[in-house]
Structures are given as C-alpha cells and as structure tokens.
C-alpha cells in the first residue's frame, strides 16, 4: 500500500503556484500554514482574499481559511512537511538566481527536526535541490541530511515542479501528472505521499537531478517551438505573405502543428527556464539558446513596425491592449507587453500611449514611470488611437467591435481579429 501523508505543511511562498498547492492540500484536510515575506500577501490569505486573479482560487481561499485548516504567516512554524515555492529568476548573465531559494532553506533550518520533508518545487537547475540539502546541513550539523547519507537521513529532501497552466492552476494542480525526485529513494518516498493527498494524475518518481531538467525541457520545448512560429511570422511579413493563413494551411498536414506567433514570450517559466539549460551546457545548447534570441527579439520587432507606421501621423496616438504575458490572467512577469509599451514611450516621448489591461487597475512600476503613458479603458483608448496594437488576446478584447477599428492602423499581434 502507498505511503499516506499526515502532519502540518508548511509552504513558503504564497504566489502563483505555493498559493493554490496549500489550498489543495488544506481543503483535503491537511493543517497547512502558508508563509510569504510580503506582509499584505499574508494578511490577504489570512482574511480569506486572493492578492492576484485566478480562476476557481477565491473561492477556494475563502472556504480553505473558514475550515480553519489554512492560515498564513511571515514566520515559518515547526512542520512535518516544508514545500519551497519561491522565485527563482535570473541575474543579468542569465544564470539562476537562487537567492530567494536559499532565504527560505535559511527560515526552514531552525525549526528542522528528524523524520521532516522538505520539498522544493521552484523551478532550479539540475543540482539545486541538492544544493538546499547541503545549504540545511551547514545550518543544522546536527541533523543528516540525503546528500552525505547512504543510508536513512534524518531528514528528506526532493523536488517536485510545478506544471500547471495559469488560468486553469486550480484543475491541472489536481489532473496533472507529478514528478518528485528524492535526493534518495526513501526521500522520493516521501514526498509523493504528499503529493498523493491531491494529485489524481501519475505520480513518477525519479532523481531530483532528473526531475529539474525534465521541467526546464518542457518548457524549453514550447520556447523552441514559439520561436519557429515567431520566426516564421518575420519571414512571411518580408515576403508579403499571411502567416496564420501560412500556418493554417501548414497544419492540415497529420504530422505537422505549428503554434502561433505573438509579440514575445513572457512569464515566469518559458521566458526564464530555458536559460537555466544553457547555463549549465553552454557549450551544447546552441538551439534553445537560438530560440531564446528569436523571442526575446520579437518586442523590439514589434516596436520598430509601430514607430515606422507613427510617422503617418502629426501627432500619433498608440492604443496598446493587453499588458499581461497570456489571455485573461493578470500576471505581468517577463510580459513583452510591458516591454513592447516601455520601449515605445522612451523611443518616443511626444508619443501618446493609451494602455488598456483590463485585469489590473494600475500600471506597473516600469511604465509608471513614462510621462506619456495612461491606463485607460479599451473603448476610451481605442477611440482616441490612431494606431491600435493588439498584444495579448483577451476574451475582453475578442468581443470588441470591429466597427471601433474602422480608419485607424491595426496590429494584431496574436491574430485574434484575422
């Protein structure tokens, strides 16, 4: 029979993916204490609120916290299970940045005690998970932890990624097939007991090497894939040629499935992940670093069409729809949105910039800064554009009619209105 899981978890991070993991593990009776060192962030979960937009996730927070099994605090408890769901981003040179990751293996050490999991589910390179291993057997010389033990450690440590797609985090987390990887077969174990509380989908187990990379391939394979579709969209416009008709055709034949172009490539795992695979194989990731290049050129791609167009007008007004990194979210990491309306209000200052992103109801700190820049409505911008550039494919916008588009410049970055 499969190892079951009982005690108190604690998670440290409650954003994306540490939020919504302790409201499946608390509504199925789990006593779980979310951790999160922004202050507003715990007191929203505290009172049952969510601090960003999720489907299906409000609800659940508020039902998770009147069950009493979820509550949240800004310092770490004593645990049986500790899960590490932090940030991991990269510095100016692309590698990893781990600095959140080590600050949370620095809160867990002092309330470390035999017999406890530590699970990290931050997306890393191949090595970190044992790297947290040896970070918490410098902190606690008197624990053994999995990376000098070959036998039982006191303690067991594994990695188990998230990956879920925003927008539908609420029933992936719980469909989703699971990889946990043990820095040891018996820490493997135990942490898929855990998991065995919630996830429905196979639970496959592995080493926690294994486990980093096959998360930073899978989204190193959309990347790659994203970038010939974006690539493909900068021939076809040389050329003179439609790239969804292009692509459409294209995927009629049984083996082929070209994905569709965009302005870029944001959030906080195929914009980033990729990266971590070059950063350990330089030498040999020549492709995924090609396909990096391809997306991240394409907001800059965008802006050159835009300001060549603005020179038609005296005084051209830009309507930019959509600052978020994917349709109806409202999570702004690594958006080329935000780069593509930041690049366009420091090109040009005399620019009027209307922006319109219905999910939020501030502009973000890097645009606050532009002078030229206003968050408005869809309708109000769109009626005082001249150009109109469509960036992220909202249900919102889909509706909108066409008639609103009639005499301005329109580029439709996602083909959401071909």
């Known amino acids: 029979m499969d190892e079951q899981f009982t005690g108190r ?48 996730l409000a609800v659940a927070v508020s039902g ?12 770490t408890p004593r645990a049986d299970a500790f899960i590490i769901a ?7 040179d692309h590698q990893a940045d ?13 309330v470390l005690e035999r017999g406890n999991v530590v699970i990290l589910e931050s997306t890393s390179p191949p090595g970190t998970t044992e790297q947290v291993s040896r970070w918490l057997g410098e902190l606690r010389p008197d624990l053994v932890l999995p990376h000098t033990s070959e036998g039982v450690a006191d303690v067991h440590v594994a990695h188990c990624p998230e990956r879920v797609l925003p927008g539908r985090i609420m029933i992936e987390m719980v ?17 898929a007991a855990l998991y065995r509380v919630f996830c429905q989908g196979t639970i496959l187990t592995t080493d926690a090497a294994s486990a ?7 989204n190193a394979y959309r990347d790659v894939n994203i970038a010939f579709a974006n690539e493909l969209s900068n021939i076809s416009e040389e050329i003179g040629l439609d790239v969804w008709e292009v692509i459409r055709l294209a995927n009629h034949h049984p083996r082929v499935n070209v994905l569709t172009p ?50 038609r007008f005296r005084e051209p007004t830009v309507a930019c729809l959509g600052l978020s990194y994917k349709a109806n979210i409202d999570d702004l990491r690594e958006s080329p949105a ?42 109000e911008a769109v009626a005082a554009a001249d150009i109109v550039v469509l960036l992220v494919d909202h249900d919102h916008f889909r509706s909108m009619s066409r008639s609103r588009l009639a005499g301005k410049v329109v580029y439709d970055t996602r083909g959401l209105w071909r």
């Open 9 to 56: 978890v604690a998670i440290l991070g409650l954003g994306y993916i540490g939020l919504p993991t302790a409201v499946v593990l608390a509504t199925r009776g789990i006593e779980v204490v979310g951790v999160d060192v922004n202050e507003a962030t715990v007191k929203a979960v505290a009172n049952g609120e969510v601090p960003f937009v999720e489907p299906d």
């Open 262 to 311: 965009g302005p870029g490539v944001g959030g906080h795992c195929i914009a980033v992940d990729p990266w971590f695979i070059v950063g350990v194989a330089p030498d040999s990731s020549r492709l995924i670093r090609a396909a990096r290049g391809v997306n991240d050129a394409k907001p800059h791609h965008v802006v050159e069409q835009v300001l060549r167009t603005c020179g």
């Open 64 to 75: 998770a916290v009147a069950m009493g099994n979820l509550t949240a605090s800004t310092e």
């Open 86 to 92: 932090v940030p991991t981003p990269f510095a100016d």
């Open 338 to 379: 935000v780069d593509i309306v930041a690049e366009l209000a420091a090109s040009r200052p005399d620019l009027d910039v209307r922006v319109a992103e219905p999910l939020v109801t501030r502009l973000p700190l890097e645009l606050e800064m532009f002078a030229n820049v206003q968050l408005q409505g869809a309708p």
């Open 98 to 110: 781990l600095r959140h990751v080590r600050a949370a293996t620095e809160q867990i050490a002092p």
């Open 175 to 191: 469909t989703n097939d699971r990889v946990v990887g043990g820095l040891s077969r018996r820490c493997g174990e135990r942490a």
């Open 212 to 218: 980093e990379m096959a998360k930073l391939v899978e």
